[in-house]
């Protein structure tokens, strides 16, 4: 971004459009695709929620490979054929709790069997364009204070990663894990701010080079794993045996779909924000048809359901480019982190305190676009009731209700879950409602 020389382009700077279908050179779109892949957390998700579950090696990378597949997929069907958006595509953080736990009692075969249900209903409201009048709900009270909630929980994850833990265990605020996070941050936030060409353009893949860098000059790294795996690999289908139908857990994972639309939505309003791009109905109508079609494919491959990656709306910003291009090239790279599994083991490398470093700006970014969103509601008291008890309970209430079992502990212990309904149901009673009757009184 160049300096300002007057009052004018300092205001007017912040609203230049970026080109979604800017063409770049072939290196220059690799690097920033992969700097996409590396900011998404598309290998993190299954690996987080396969270790929760207490899955062995070989299942674990099975996941990681059918994620790797799907995400290349969708991303790459996304961004040439259906809603043409810079935007990445992978496991949304609003079903890790409930795969989590499904996973425990229930086994992944009945977490197959929710994700299929609710893809396919979601699939339906697509292509008949009910997802489209869905839009009236998401208000820009509703997408931004989605797109905060979502990165104030993923700011959360990033701390622990950044600072080594929790209190008690044996890597937090250790020198080693604060000398590797900090450094990573700190580059991507002098590059981003500062930096110029080249150097702000790559921010993020820079910084996570140091970072690996140090890790392994300090032996932080084990390349034992990358031996270990095989060169070339197939997904498996109904890799957890047949698939398994049980209603509590379906209805569960149709409420987690429904934080996922939220979610999506505000992200491809997000993407419509900062880019040249207008937000039609016909865009969001086969964003999600894709973003369906690809959790029905996951449901059989063992996967994760897929949706759009908020974080990397945030690199959109900090890198000034919003070409569409850069995504199709991480498609490609998904995809062959997918069937390669020698490569996604060489990307797990690297250490969390460098991930930490990495996603702490990536968040940041991500509330500020949220911010971004709120600040075109309308300044009302019933807005700013919604928007602030939403945000409250979503941080405050998942920590209070850790001790709850079942459906309402799956709900009331995820805060992307807690922050999508809390504000719906506020906008429902607070603006919707009393519209309503307003209107039937005149």
């Not at 990573?184 to 353009?201: C, E, H, P, S, Y």
């Not at 996967?303 to 959109?316: D, I, M, R």
Request: aromatic share 8%; with cysteine.
């Amino acid at each position: 971004m160049n300096e300002p020389t007057s009052t004018a382009s300092n205001t007017e700077e912040p609203e230049r459009k970026l080109e979604v279908e800017q063409r770049i050179g072939g290196t220059q779109s690799f690097l920033l695709g992969l700097q996409h892949v590396f900011v998404s957390n598309v290998w993190l998700d299954p690996l987080f929620i396969a270790v929760m579950i207490g899955m062995t090696p070989f299942m674990t990378s099975g996941l990681i490979n059918a994620v790797f597949v799907v995400a290349g997929l969708v991303t790459l069907t996304q961004a040439t054929r259906l809603a043409k958006l810079p935007i990445v595509q992978g496991p949304s953080a609003s079903f890790d709790a409930l795969m989590i736990s499904t996973g425990k009692t229930s086994g992944l075969a009945a977490a197959s069997g929710g994700m299929l249900v609710s893809a396919i209903v979601v699939f339906i409201l697509s292509i008949t364009g009910w997802i489209s009048k869905l839009r009236s709900w998401f208000t820009p009270a509703v997408a931004g204070t989605v797109i905060c909630v979502v990165g104030i929980a993923l700011s959360q994850f990033t701390m622990y990663e950044f600072l080594g833990g929790a209190p008690g265990e044996p890597g937090f605020l250790a020198s080693p894990v604060l000398i590797l996070s900090i450094t990573t941050a700190a580059i991507v936030v002098i590059l981003a701010n500062f930096g110029r060409g080249w150097l702000q353009r790559y921010a993020f893949l820079i910084a996570l080079l140091v970072g690996d860098v140090v890790a392994c000059c300090m032996g932080k790294i084990d390349f034992s794993t990358v031996g270990a795996q095989d060169w070339f690999a197939l997904p498996k289908l109904l890799p957890y045996g047949a698939i398994k139908w049980d209603m509590s857990i379906i209805v569960s994972f149709l409420i987690a779909y429904l934080a996922a639309i939220m979610e999506a939505m505000g992200v491809y309003q997000a993407a419509s924000e900062v880019t040249d791009v207008k937000l039609d109905d016909r865009r969001i109508r086969r964003g999600f048809v894709g973003e369906s079609s690809g959790s029905i494919l996951s449901s059989f491959l063992g996967g994760l359901p897929t949706t759009a990656y908020a974080q990397n709306v945030s690199l959109l910003r900090l890198t000034r480019t919003g070409s569409r291009y850069p995504i199709i090239w991480a498609g490609a790279i998904f995809l062959v982190l997918g069937f390669v599994p020698k490569a996604g083991a060489v990307l797990a490398l690297t250490p969390s305190p460098v991930v930490g470093g990495l996603f702490l700006p990536a968040a940041a970014g991500l509330i500020m676009s949220g911010v971004s969103l709120l600040t075109k509601m309308e300044k009302t008291e019933a807005n700013f009731t919604i928007v602030g008890l939403a945000i409250v309970l979503a941080i405050a209430l998942p920590g209070n209700m850790s001790g709850v079992s079942g459906f309402w502990g799956t709900v009331l212990t995820n805060q992307v879950l807690v922050g999508a309904l809390s504000v719906l149901l506020l906008q429902l009673l607070l603006v919707s409602i009393p519209k309503r009757i307003r209107k039937l009184n005149k």
